[in-house]
């Protein structure tokens, strides 16, 4: 069974520009979080994605995006970036029928610069 | 608004110690409350979690404490180890939903 994993591990952006961060779902695993862990923090629910459909979302600013594809891999897209936006972006996973023991990537680190 | 408090913010242990990690809620809409350790450059990993039926649960050497009418729950990590030295982060989930409340974190160093 293969873990979450995410791609890439390490990106250096412009304000301005876009970005789009990559998750594969653990094996068997039909949902996908997204959170945002800045320098120090715990980290922060961006939004939920089910049967490829958001399932929830947090207290995020319409610039951040996903997608979900039908082998329930997903995309975090993030517009107009900002010097705030630099954090290490987490990617989780949960079982069919159990929601609530979610499984995390080692996560990529956005710098924005 | 949904908050998960935790402290100490940092905690330093002699091997062996007990080290105490704190976490309270407001919210009694939770249903679930787990604990993830974080490794330097890395993600998440859960160590333990708990229901607010049940009022403690221990793991291997790691224990949570839930007290439900006060909304506090606690780890604690026995015989503690240098290879424990990480960050530890509680979390509760709503009811109804699937997103994760972190508290803040807690850096913990056990010394040899």
């Known amino acids: 069974e293969t873990g979450v994993t995410q791609s890439p591990t390490h990106l250096i952006k412009t304000r301005g520009q876009q970005v789009t961060l990559r998750c594969s779902s653990q094996?068997?695993?039909?949902?996908v979080s997204w959170y945002q862990q800045a320098l120090g923090q715990g980290p922060q629910f961006i939004f939920q994605y089910y049967r490829e459909e958001e399932n929830g979302r947090g207290n995020f600013p319409p610039r951040f995006s996903g997608l979900q594809f039908p082998n329930y891999s997903s995309e975090l897209n993030v517009n107009a970036l900002e010097l705030d936006d630099s954090a290490l972006y987490l990617c989780?996973?949960?079982?069919?029928?159990?929601?609530?023991?979610?499984?995390f990537g080692q996560g990529t680190r956005l710098t924005v610069v | 608004q949904q908050q998960v408090k935790q402290s100490p913010q940092s905690l330093i242990v002699q091997k062996g110690g007990i080290p105490i990690i704190n976490c309270a809620y407001e919210?009694?809409?939770?249903?679930?409350f787990p604990w993830y350790q974080q490794f330097p450059g890395k993600g998440p990993a859960l160590l333990i979690a708990?229901?607010?039926?049940?009022s403690e649960k221990k793991e291997g050497r790691f224990t949570i404490s839930f007290n439900k009418s006060a909304k506090q729950f606690s780890l604690h990590i026995m015989d503690s180890q240098p290879g424990d030295s990480a960050t530890y982060f509680c979390a509760a989930t709503p009811s109804g939903t699937y997103k994760y409340i972190f508290g803040t974190g807690t850096r913990l160093k056990v010394l040899a």
């Open positions: 708990i229901r607010p039926d049940v």
């Open positions: 989780a996973s949960t079982r069919p029928g159990q929601n609530t023991e979610a499984f």
């Open positions: 919210n009694t809409a939770f249903d679930y």
């Open positions: 094996s068997g695993h039909n949902t």
